[in-house]
């Protein structure tokens, strides 16, 4: 084989090698830019992977969304059908017609709630469309009314250089009222065309709490407050709407408050993260009658109380409906809660306080009750003197509130210094006490419940921050006892969660000393166009009435109508 022969001289060796070593370099050069480009490559193949991946992620969460959206539109087709069943079907003989009354407003409301959410669900997946309901001819206004007209125009009426022509215009006409007093809303919305180019112009619409309804928001407040804070069941209502020369069928009533349910949800929702996360809580519940469509009786459902403390800078509250009085209830709602939970002693919450995050606090008021069962029915001397002993606590707070207002931990400092040896010496008599006594007696167990609470009933001493008692809670129950003694029961579960949602906006806004008719007007108005960085300012202890005209005096002057705003010439004087 021939082979090359090396030079022999140096200078020929030097230039030999040189050439080699530029060779080598230019090969080692080209590997490196082939190699670049094979990472470049297999990094260009990675981002094309990574990208698919990312997009059968989102098809597979798309697909995934859309499963869940469809399968809640079935199951809402099926309760539609199932509460219009019970709605239109064979009532039951074990039910007085008051009650049968009562029942078909209920699953009115519901089957309206039930239509909007499958609308608003079937607008978001781009499903089929549910058929139209055959809704009922709307009847007239009364010519008798008051009419208050509005002018709406657009903000110009140039267009191409020139004045438009008013060519007509479109006149809605709302049903509003003043308490006692009803009248309509005629709004005249002006149409302006530019015979240049032919564009029309017009004010925009305003928006309506119930689309396309007759009802404004002052209307639906005013149902809304008659039934949850005045107590009037809906057929009552009606009869006295007729009074006032205005027919509104229960079932129409319903139809709104099912709608209003839907939309107050997402500022209910913001209400219970805002007490949720307040960090101290009193809770509570009680009994609702929930009627069973199925046999025509009732079933117990309980609203769960969630209340601020009463020293919390935002006062405010928030109900739950549940079907039971089972902890899964109070587990699921307070499953973010971190803070001092107060308590009478259910052991519904026992799952809950288990949580180191969460601390026990006990109530005075329920311990002091029990004693005073046993003295009422066997006036003992030993549950006698117990009640005084619990009394001095309650003159001891007394006394702090009457100094004037001092932080939690000045009143926590007040209350170890006089209440903690009073405590001291009340466990030791009440050990005594309970080892003297009958075991299985009525004063022994009222002792018991005492003892086996202490921990938490002396909470009080450390917190500052903490009443003696879960009395606030109970107040903000109090209304829907009274409440349920008119409208006797809620017509079904979605009956009671829709009562929850206006009762938790009801009695937040009393807490925060807000007319719940004025608060309750403009959240209907608002809720329509409201976003979710609106809804903080319409939560009770933010809200702020919205500038509007004085509709009273513009129609009842000097106390009397003024004809010349009416638009109707048989306006009564």
């Known amino acids: 084989m021939f082979e090359r022969a090396l030079p022999t001289s140096t200078e020929a060796l030097q230039a030999l090698a040189s050439s080699l070593i530029a060779e080598l370099a230019r090969k080692d050069e080209l590997l490196a830019m082939r190699e670049q480009r094979i990472g470049q490559h297999e990094q260009q193949i990675a981002q094309h992977v990574q990208s698919i991946e990312e997009r059968d992620r989102a098809l597979a969460a798309s697909l995934q969304e859309l499963s869940e959206a469809n399968a809640l539109a079935e199951k809402l087709k099926f309760e539609l059908a199932r509460y219009r069943r019970w709605r239109f079907g064979k009532k039951s ?3 007085s017609a008051d009650q049968i009354a009562l029942w078909e407003a209920e699953l009115d409301a519901d089957i309206e709630a039930i239509e909007q959410r499958l609308e608003n669900l079937q607008d978001k997946i781009g499903g089929e469309k549910p058929a139209p309901k055959r809704t009922p001819k709307r009847q007239a206004l009364p010519a008798t009314l008051p009419r208050l007209e509005e002018i709406l125009e657009p903000e110009t009426t140039t267009c191409c250089g020139a004045t438009m022509t008013r060519i007509g215009e479109d006149v809605a006409e709302t049903l509003e009222m003043i308490p006692s007093r009803f009248w309509v809303r005629r709004r005249i919305r002006g149409k302006w065309a530019c015979r240049c180019c032919e564009r029309i112009a017009m004010a925009p619409v305003e928006s309506a709490p119930i689309d396309k309804g007759v009802a404004g928001a002052s209307v639906l407040a005013n149902v809304v407050v008659s039934k949850f804070v005045d107590h009037l069941p809906l057929h009552r209502q009606e009869a006295i ?9 229960r079932s129409t009533m319903a139809g709104w408050l099912g709608r209003i349910g839907v939309s107050v949800q997402p500022l209910v929702e913001l209400l219970a993260e805002h007490v949720i996360g307040s960090g101290g809580l009193q809770a509570d519940e009680t009994p609702v009658p929930v009627l069973d469509p199925g046999s025509g009786k009732t079933a117990t459902g309980y609203l769960w109380a969630y209340r601020t403390l009463p020293s919390a800078p935002v006062q405010a509250v928030v109900f739950d409906f549940a079907a039971s009085r089972s902890q ?10 971190a803070g001092t939970l107060q308590v009478d002693g259910y052991a519904g919450y026992n799952e809950i306080l288990r949580k180191p995050t969460v601390t026990e606090a006990g109530c005075w008021a329920h311990a002091r009750r029990k004693l005073v069962d046993v003295f009422e029915a066997t006036k003992s001397p030993v549950a006698q003197e117990a009640i005084r002993r619990i009394a001095a606590l309650y003159k001891i707070e007394h006394e702090i509130d009457e100094a004037g207002e001092v932080s939690p931990l000045e009143r926590s ?5 006089r209440a903690g040896p009073l405590l001291e010496e009340l466990h030791r008599w009440l050990v005594a006490i309970h080892a003297k006594s009958a075991p299985r007696g009525s004063l022994a167990k009222a002792i018991q419940y005492t003892l086996n609470r202490w921990a938490a009933l002396t909470q009080f001493v450390k917190d500052g921050r903490l009443p003696l008692d879960t009395n606030a809670v109970e107040n903000a129950i109090r209304p829907i006892a009274l409440g349920r003694r008119n409208w006797l029961f809620a017509g079904s579960e ?20 807000v007319p719940p008719l004025d ?5 209907l108005q608002r809720m329509p166009t409201a976003r979710r960085r609106d809804l903080e300012a319409l939560l009770p202890w933010n809200w702020k009435p919205s500038t509007t005209r004085d509709i009273a005096a513009e129609l009842c002057p000097g106390g009397r109508p003024n004809s010349s705003t009416f638009g109707h010439p048989n306006s009564p004087t």
């Open 93 to 95: 003989e074990a039910l």
């Open 328 to 337: 899964v209830h109070p587990n699921r709602m307070l499953a973010r809660f």
């Open 241 to 249: 709407y007729t009074r006032m020369g205005v027919a509104i069928p």
């Open 494 to 513: 979605a009956g009671g969660v829709r009562a929850a949602q206006i009762y938790s906006l009801l009695g937040s806004a009393r807490l925060a000393g």
């Open 413 to 417: 400092r007040l209350r170890e210094s």
């Open 519 to 523: 608060y309750i007007t403009d959240v």
